[in-house]
């Protein structure tokens, strides 16, 4: 199981230095990949293809551009060129969003998530490939070849519900997770993803799976501190149906907390799982808990 981190997003005046910053320390400390969130703030491919160049010799990732605002041509052309700029380093994890931010704040339809991915994806997936494009589906429309360098680089589908797991594993790279427990990805998600994967024909295919850490003495109040700060995506549908599935009460109880024999080992437990990737998300104690994961790559 490789090991990666899921960056912060920036906040301070100067975003992309400290993101270019950050993505340096993650390559010098060993790290195999680098992931970042596309919410509100900085536009995630456009900013690790600015942050990311002078830095080779590490995987940066999105985790996950949200597919609905975007023609699938346009995001194929935007991340072929942010991953020829990258050397061929960027992979690209797309998702449906939740339909709080698709219907209320973009003013999307979210009916039938599913079908739109399918749609999406016979799209995308040929753009990226540099193929000719021509298609009539019921909600999307393409007739179109991109010439752009960067062609070919993998795609990961955020997917939790079987369908989208179907969708994940017969014609991408695989998956990527969040706030997703460990039951959860043994019981659910890998079997579902390689029975898929091995019914199309295709490889193994990679489980990206995100996560908060801390290591700590006091794993109480770590895990109410995680339930603070991620508490938005214990109340959201699809993070929520996990979390169930988990016999998770919140995103508190998923997370990596404890001495560093306790993370080692739970960290450990994802590797049985499944899980091919672990992106640590750091949230607190972050200099003890980064002093752990060195360890282990």
Request: with cysteine; hydrophobic share 45%; proline share 6%.
């Amino acid at each position: 199981m490789r090991i990666g981190l899921l960056l912060n997003e920036p906040t301070g005046p100067e975003p992309l230095g400290d993101l270019a910053d950050a993505i340096a320390a993650a390559r010098a400390d060993g790290f195999a990949s680098a992931w970042m969130s596309h919410i509100f703030g900085l536009d995630a491919i456009t900013a690790l293809a600015v942050a990311g160049a002078a830095t080779p010799g590490i995987e940066l990732g999105t985790a996950v551009v949200p597919t609905y605002p975007r023609h699938p041509a346009v995001l194929a052309q935007q991340a072929m060129t942010a991953n020829a700029a990258l050397g061929g380093r960027l992979t690209l994890g797309i998702g449906l969003s939740h339909r709080l931010v698709i219907e209320d704040m973009y003013g999307y339809s979210y009916e039938r998530p599913a079908r739109h991915m399918a749609e999406y994806l016979d799209v995308l997936l040929p753009a990226i490939r540099g193929e000719q494009v021509g298609y009539q589906g019921e909600t999307l429309k393409a007739n179109i070849r991109l010439t752009t360098p960067g062609a070919g680089l993998p795609v990961l589908v955020a997917a939790l519900a079987p369908r989208m797991l179907r969708l994940a594993g017969s014609r991408t790279a695989g998956t990527v997770l969040w706030m997703t427990g460990p039951r959860t990805v043994a019981e659910h998600v890998a079997p579902a993803l390689t029975a898929a994967a091995e019914e199309a024909g295709r490889d193994r295919p990679r489980i990206v799976c995100m996560l908060p850490v801390c290591v700590t003495d006091d794993p109480a109040a770590a895990r109410a501190r995680a339930e603070e700060i991620f508490a938005v995506y214990g109340q959201l549908p699809s993070y929520r149906a996990m979390l169930d599935r988990e016999g998770a009460a919140g995103p508190g109880d998923v997370a990596i907390v404890g001495d560093e024999a306790s993370v080692r080992a739970q960290i450990a437990e994802l590797a049985e799982t499944g899980v091919t990737d672990f992106g640590a998300a750091l949230y607190s104690g972050r200099e003890r808990t980064r002093d752990l994961l060195r360890s282990l790559l």
